[in-house]
């Protein structure tokens, strides 16, 4: 079965500059979570969904982060207009919600650079 | 809230010894509970959780943890670290009855000598 699928893997771009993230979550789940990674701060939980739908979005670092899942397979992060100190690694991951065991399980992630 | 302390920031054993990583976690309930092993340039992978039951919980690659309520710990143990085994290794804790907003600990980096 096909993993959580994240692209790109690696993204270089100005400050200044969109970014957009984008997630695939494993078949048949129904939770979706963006995290970032860094040394400074380690893992951070920026946003969560369930069942397509906002649930959490308090972890977000500001207005110029938004994230969007228009449907049950695809969920977007973008960061408008990025500046350095956003560069981190970003993990999506995503669990069956409701299942009493339910577990979280992680893309490979984006590696973002900021210049 | 629930908080997660893993008190190691880096650990070094020699291949083919025992290892053991400290987890020790505050959360008003009974916890789930989560180890994940991240290799260098990858996600992370599910190691081993705990949920309810068996305090002694076995996981992938070898790896096993125990629960221990009275010390609100769930420290990762190996009896025999392989190199592969180098990788940061993260705790995480979980609301009872479900796993959304899991908190992380701040990871351990374990290196292996051969």
């Known amino acids: 079965d096909a993993g959580v699928i994240q692209s790109p893997r690696h993204e270089v771009t100005e400050m200044g500059q969109e970014v957009t993230l984008r997630c695939k979550p494993i078949?048949?789940?129904?939770?979706l979570f963006w995290y970032r990674q860094t040394m400074m701060r380690g893992l951070e939980l920026l946003i969560y969904?369930?069942?397509?739908?906002?649930?959490?979005d308090s972890g977000m670092p500001e207005d110029r982060f938004s994230a969007k899942m228009p449907n049950a397979s695809f969920s977007t992060l973008k960061i408008q207009p990025s500046e350095p100190r956003d560069s981190a690694v970003y993990f999506c991951?995503?669990?069956?919600?409701?299942?009493?065991?339910?577990?979280?399980?992680f893309g490979p992630g984006t590696r973002l650079l900021v210049l | 809230a629930q908080s997660v302390t893993q008190p190691d920031i880096h650990i070094t054993v020699s291949e083919g010894a025992s290892l053991e990583l400290r987890c020790n976690y505050s959360?008003?309930?009974?916890?789930?509970l989560f180890w994940y092993v991240q290799s260098p340039g990858q996600g992370l992978q599910l190691l081993l959780k705990?949920?309810?039951?068996?305090?002694l919980v076995q996981g992938i690659k070898g790896f096993e943890a125990e629960f221990k309520r009275s010390q609100s710990s769930f420290n990762l143990r190996k009896p025999s670290v392989h190199w592969s085994d180098a990788a940061e290794y993260f705790c995480?804790?979980?609301?009872?009855?479900?796993?959304?907003?899991?908190?992380f600990g701040t990871g351990t980096q374990l290196k292996v000598e051969l």
């Open positions: 705990y949920f309810s039951g068996d305090t």
């Open positions: 078949s048949g789940h129904n939770s």
């Open positions: 991951a995503s669990s069956r919600s409701g299942s009493k065991q339910e577990t979280q399980y």
């Open positions: 959360y008003g309930a009974t916890p789930y």
């Open positions: 995480a804790v979980g609301p009872t009855g479900g796993g959304n907003k899991l908190t």
């Open positions: 969904f369930n069942n397509n739908v906002p649930i959490d």
